[in-house]
């Protein structure tokens, strides 16, 4: 399966919270005691590009994600922000 433009954008986009995030988290400790982790935030990222995305799709002028797409975006951001956090 290629990975169409819209697809590495949705990625990269992702990618790109989870550093901010993380950067972000690492300068305010206190918000890893909030109720929803940061680990968890990039989900939230997720699903406002996903329904965006999806309604492209239905429109027919974008090619609809996967779940590896969703899959490899919100862990890989999860994984970036448990990085820089951890340091």
């Known amino acids: 399966m290629a990975l169409t433009l819209t697809r ?5 986009t992702v990618l790109a919270a989870g550093i ?3 950067l972000l988290v690492q300068q305010n400790p206190a918000w ?3 109720a929803l982790k940061p680990v968890i935030w990039p ?3 997720s699903l406002v590009f996903d329904l965006f995305i999806g309604r492209l ?3 027919g002028r ?3 994600l996967t779940m590896m797409d969703r899959f490899i975006a919100v862990f890989g951001a ?3 922000i448990t990085l820089i956090t951890a340091s």
């Open 20 to 22: 901010v995030i993380g």
């Open 62 to 64: 974008a090619e609809p």
């Open 43 to 45: 989900f939230g990222v």
């Open 8 to 12: 590495l954008l949705y990625i990269g």
């Open 57 to 59: 799709a239905a429109e």
């Open 78 to 80: 999860g994984l970036i």
């Open 32 to 34: 890893q005691e909030f």
